[in-house]
């Protein structure tokens, strides 16, 4: 089944935008930017950072604030995680069920299996769990001050292809754009397998009374030479699409699983 939109005639499409970076960083009042054209958007964001949130909702009280508002644009500041701003966004501010849900621009890559933690990824599953077409979008650099300006293109392509077309239900887009000079092109892929390595690190207290410990490591690509990867687009110079379904089912071991019973 496709989800489409139902846009009434002199309608302009609702874009809801997400991210979990904060309502005040920089990717995603470019991704505004970009969008602005294409509908009346509503941005609900966290207060502040809440990346690594995946997919967390808050079991807490929460709080949500206008913090701006001009002609077809409304930002509201969410105390919770991404998918909190998107709930609260769906069933508080939102006239109507929104035509899309935009994550992002988050300030650092989410390929491979990063993408299981990533809170600019956790929105666009949310998007696609309400049947609603979701893209997520990030830029492998981690700078508060990051050059979007040459994503501008491909994102409002994107878009408008999305909006027009709509996506398979259950389906989101994951997209990454690399830190080049020069695009190459755009490359649609499937998740790379990867892991992370020496991901905690012990510290000791400047007092040195105790210890504590930090989450840090290195991802490493289990199959650099495959080029049908996100991985590899990205590190060759590509922006890399890669559809990413709410269904986790592996139905290839459901079937070796069957064996067994």
């Known amino acids: ?13 609702l874009i809801l935008i997400s991210n979990d970076d904060g309502y005040q960083a920089k990717g995603i009042n470019e991704l505004v930017r970009m969008v602005r054209g294409f509908g009346d958007i509503i941005v609900c964001a966290p207060e502040g950072h809440r990346s690594g949130q995946s ?29 909190d701003c998107v709930k609260m966004a769906y069933h508080q501010v939102c006239p109507r069920k ?23 990824v956790g929105i666009v599953i949310e998007g696609a769990m309400k049947f609603i077409p979701s893209i997520a979008f990030s830029l492998c650099d981690y700078r508060p001050d990051a050059d979007f300006e040459p994503m501008t293109n491909i994102v409002q392509n994107l878009v408008q292809k999305v909006l027009e077309n709509g996506l398979p239900e259950y389906t989101c887009l994951n997209v990454n754009f690399p830190l080049v000079d020069d695009v190459k092109g755009v490359k649609l892929c499937r998740m790379a397998h990867g892991h992370w390595r020496k991901e905690v690190e012990k510290r000791t207290h400047p007092t040195g009374m105790m210890n504590y410990y930090w989450m ?7 199959e650099p030479e495959a080029e049908d990867t996100d991985a590899w687009a990205l590190a060759n110079g590509y922006v890399s699409i890669t559809p990413l379904t ?4 592996d139905f290839k071991a459901l079937k070796e699983i069957e064996k067994f019973f």
Request: a negative charge; proline letters at 7%.
């Open 216 to 222: 840090t490591g290195f991802y490493q690509n289990d």
């Open 246 to 249: 709410v269904d986790s089912t």
């Open 98 to 120: 929104p035509d899309l849900v935009l994550g992002g621009i988050n300030h650092g890559d989410n390929a491979s299996t990063n993408s299981h933690y990533s809170g600019t």
């Open 1 to 13: 089944m496709q989800c489409r939109l139902i846009i009434m005639e002199n309608q302009r499409p």
């Open 55 to 83: 997919r967390a909702f808050s079991m807490t009280p929460l709080t949500m604030k206008k913090v701006s508002e001009e002609p077809g644009i409304t930002v509201y500041a969410c105390s919770g995680t991404p998918v």
